[in-house]
């Protein structure tokens, strides 16, 4: 009675409310916060992240480590993060909203840049090293393991040597920007199949599309 009440009065979300665990999902974005990584290869996670909130109608909100924004699918329960950290210590912030809702490890999934795949290229993985990536190496350092499941989506590696940093800060170019609506749209479908359909079928049906 008491519950009914809080809803009743909107003391309590109820979208938030006797969810089932393996019901819930957490994908975080991730980027560094600020205008001027808004536009960089780098910053990929929160990006398609806000393309997902805007198809979805979704608005992110400042919560603790990072902005959040939340909705239902298919009666699974999808909590969107983009970690207020910065990149470096983003592991922080993933620990934190893992424990916090109950997420089980397995239904995590981090979406990240990758220099290794052409640009737009998409790979889901569900372990793996960091591959100098610092955002991941900080997740991997703070759950104490490799195996998670990470989006990586390519930013291609068209740099001089010694011009990395340079380049993953850097901003798109006309022609990456050209193709990016259909890629995010891409990315999109993959992350909801990822919480649909599972991990194996997902990384079937888009790896290397």
């Not at 290229?121 to 393991?145: A, F, M």
Request: charged share 25%.
């Amino acid at each position: 009675m008491l519950k009914y009440l809080k809803k009743l009065l909107g003391l309590v979300d109820p979208f938030l409310e006797e969810v089932d665990p393996m019901k819930k999902y957490l994908i975080v974005g991730l980027g560094n916060i600020g205008a001027d990584y808004a536009e960089t290869r780098h910053n990929i996670g929160f990006k398609i992240l806000d393309a997902l909130a805007n198809q979805k109608g979704l608005a992110f909100e400042t919560e603790k480590l990072g902005d959040i924004a939340i909705y239902k699918l298919k009666g699974r329960s999808i909590l969107c993060l983009k970690p207020s950290t910065y990149m470096n210590l983003c592991g922080k912030a993933v620990r934190y909203w893992l424990d916090k809702e109950k997420i089980p490890l397995e239904n995590l999934l981090v979406i990240t840049d990758d220099i290794n795949l052409p640009f737009g290229t998409l790979r889901l993985k569900t372990k793996g090293s960091d591959g100098g990536h610092n955002g991941l190496k900080d997740i991997q350092q703070v759950l104490q393991t490799t195996n998670y499941n990470r989006f990586r989506f390519g930013v291609g590696a068209d740099f001089g040597k010694g011009r990395q940093v340079e380049y993953v800060l850097g901003q798109w170019n006309d022609e990456e920007n050209s193709k990016m609506p259909e890629r995010l749209e891409k990315s999109i479908a993959l992350m909801e199949s990822f919480v649909l359909s599972g991990v194996s079928r997902t990384m079937n049906q888009f790896n290397g599309v």
